[in-house]
């Protein structure tokens, strides 16, 4: 019934605001980038190994849902912060030389 007198309407997923990268962390690595971006594999990359790491959160995952009209997603009041994580449970890490 709902459907029939709305733009389909129904419990959707919840769009989140993405996170930003602060100003000082964006300079360090404009910064990195444009001291090395001439080096070559042989002189300096191949000595490099490029590390990351995750924290996995099983429970953080799953989007909420919100009850809205269809095409209406990225309306303000449709869009949530994402909650804080409830404790890591996985940490991920890998590297490539």
């Known amino acids: 019934m709902l459907k029939r007198y709305t733009n389909k309407a129904q419990r959707y997923k919840c769009?989140?605001?993405q996170k930003t990268i602060s100003q000082a962390n964006r300079y360090k690595r404009h910064a990195y980038g444009k001291k090395h971006a001439h080096k070559t594999?042989?002189?300096?990359?191949?000595?490099?190994?490029?590390?990351?790491?995750?924290h996995i959160d099983p429970t953080s995952i799953l989007q909420d849902r919100i009850?809205?009209?269809q095409g209406t997603r990225y309306n303000s009041e449709n869009i949530q912060e994402r909650g804080?994580?409830?404790?890591?449970?996985?940490?991920?890490a890998a590297w490539v030389n």
Do not use: P, S
């Open 15 to 17: 769009a989140y605001i």
């Open 41 to 54: 594999v042989d002189d300096f990359w191949q000595y490099i190994f490029f590390i990351d790491e995750a």
């Open 67 to 69: 009850l809205r009209e």
């Open 84 to 92: 804080n994580k409830k404790g890591v449970k996985l940490h991920v």
